[in-house]
């Protein structure tokens, strides 16, 4: 099982902070978890429609899209950040 947690309006539009999941053995990659989460549903598809966006961090440490899952304990997700 792998922890998904959700921020700021991911998590609005989810409408969960965080759920665990059993992964697809076919969803490998953090691309691969994007586009298997945005068929998960309504609030999936509007959190995820520009997936390219979102940030990832896997157990705690960002990382790139193209990054592999395997072994991955928690994964957050986060919109865009801006500093000021």
Request: charged share 25%; hydrophobic share 40%; aromatic share 8%.
């Amino acid at each position: 099982m792998t922890r998904l947690i959700y921020f700021a309006w991911i998590r609005e539009r989810i409408g969960k902070l965080e759920e665990e999941v059993e992964l697809p053995s076919d969803v490998t990659t953090v691309s691969d978890l994007l586009q298997w989460l945005r068929g998960r549903g309504e609030g999936y598809e509007a959190a995820l429609q520009q997936p390219k966006i979102i940030r990832v961090a896997i157990n705690q440490e960002h990382v790139e899209h193209r990054e592999p899952i395997a072994g991955a304990r928690e994964i957050a997700l986060f919109p865009p950040m801006t500093g000021g």
